[in-house]
């Protein structure tokens, strides 16, 4: 069985261009989460999405980001006209049941780079 | 909002030595806590959970009790291997108004030396 899937590991852009990155939950799993972490931070929660839902996105910025969870295919986080800052780890995670119901299984992030 | 805090790292440690990792929580209620590790360039991975208060949770050697009265959960493992050498939050839940997800602290990075 699978665990959660993210790709691409590492992803270099230039400011001004589009970032996307893709999560596939593990098999079963209808709860998809997206964290950042920033060096020598936490993770920070961005959001969380239900099939064809965003249930929660208060933890994303408004402008710039936003999270699709399909009914086909992979989660998608986008990040259009990246800046610096944006540079970070982003994990995504999923969870059979609610998070605060059960365990979070996360992948192994994409590693975003603004030049 | 609900919140952890867990102590700052940097944590170096000599192989075999006794651990601690202080977090404390503010919530409403009495939510399960959970610890997560993260490996180098890996994602995180629950470690260990309690659900109740005066619960203890345990995996790999580590333990933590559920405190309400000092509203803590402490990482601890009595003998310390390289292997252990991570990065380690202490989570809780937040929910409510449709809301779900982990709160996690800002993560204790742990090192051990041989």
């Known amino acids: 069985n699978a665990g959660v899937m993210q790709n691409p590991r590492h992803l270099v852009r230039r400011r001004g261009q589009e970032a996307r990155l893709r999560c596939s939950p593990m098999k079963g799993h209808s709860h998809v989460y997206w964290y950042r972490q920033l060096p020598e931070e936490g993770l920070k929660f961005m959001v969380y999405l239900q099939k064809e839902n965003i249930i929660d996105e208060s933890g994303m910025p408004k402008e710039r980001f936003s999270a699709e969870f399909p009914k086909e295919g992979p989660s998608i986080l986008r990040i259009q006209q990246v800046v610096r800052g944006d540079s970070a780890a982003y994990f995504c995670?999923?969870?059979?049941?609610?998070?605060?119901?059960?365990?979070?299984?996360f992948g192994e992030g994409s590693r975003l780079t603004v030049l | 909002g609900d919140s952890v805090t867990q102590m700052e790292g940097p944590v170096t440690l000599s192989e075999e030595a006794f651990l601690t990792i202080n977090c404390t929580y503010t919530a409403t209620g009495y939510p399960s806590l959970f610890w997560y590790v993260q490996y180098p360039g890996e994602g995180l991975q629950l470690l260990l959970k309690a659900t109740k208060a005066d619960d203890k949770g345990s995996n790999k050697g580590f333990e933590a009790t559920y405190r309400k009265e000092t509203t803590s959960f402490h990482l601890e493992k009595g003998s310390v291997q390289v292997s252990d050498s991570a990065v380690y939050f202490c989570a809780l839940p937040f929910s409510g108004g449709g809301a779900d997800g982990l709160t996690f602290g800002k993560g204790t990075h742990l090192i051990i030396q041989p």
């Open positions: 995670a999923s969870s059979l049941q609610r998070a605060n119901t059960g365990e979070l299984f």
